[in-house]
């Protein structure tokens, strides 16, 4: 069963990636979208733990930083949503969330996801923004973030806890 759920947790990956890079782009606010494979990792760091979320973030940054158009380093999406899967998993470990806390999770992860790749991107001299700008970037996908999570994580969440119920955490 495990390889079931590698397996469609890649397809939500791949379904989340293509959605966010050919759907989304027409909604963009200020060329900012929502991050569907984050929310992936989250829904994932939530019912399985940190350690399958980080994995799991490991690859879905991979094919996000090499997607067209990736106009970055590739990597920089591969570490933020390693950090991301492991924070996640962290917060609610032995617990089933209620849905204040998977919100605030979201919150959490994407401000953390989306400042690390910020922030690797002015350190490898990618970007040169002004963090006035950066911030301004930051608080618009934690807003896009937070406003599809009632749409996106209850489905994910249910479709991970079925898959292998005795190890779902709580």
Not at 24 to 32: K, L
Not at 90 to 98: D, F, L, N, T, Y
Not at 118 to 130: D, N, P, Q
Request: hydrophobic share 65%.
């Amino acid at each position: 069963m495990s390889l079931v759920r590698s397996l469609v947790a890649l397809a939500a990956v791949a379904v989340a990636l293509v959605l966010q890079v050919s759907v989304f782009p027409h909604v963009a606010w200020h060329g900012i979208v929502p991050n569907l494979v984050l929310l992936v990792v989250v829904a994932a760091a939530l019912t399985r733990g940190a350690q399958f979320a980080a994995v799991l973030g490991f690859a879905g940054g991979v094919v996000l930083d090499l997607a067209p158009p990736a106009d970055h380093v590739a990597g920089q999406w591969a570490l933020a949503l390693v950090l991301v899967g492991y924070v996640a998993g962290r917060v609610h470990a032995e617990q089933r969330p209620a849905a204040t806390a998977v919100v605030a999770t979201v919150a959490l992860s994407s401000f953390v996801g989306t400042s690390v790749f910020a922030l690797s991107g002015m350190v490898l001299g990618v970007t040169t923004f002004e963090v006035s700008t950066l911030l301004q970037v930051i608080l618009v996908a934690v807003v896009w973030d937070v406003l599809l999570t009632p749409f996106v994580l209850p489905p994910l969440m249910t479709m991970f806890r079925k898959l292998e119920p005795a190890r779902a955490l709580a």
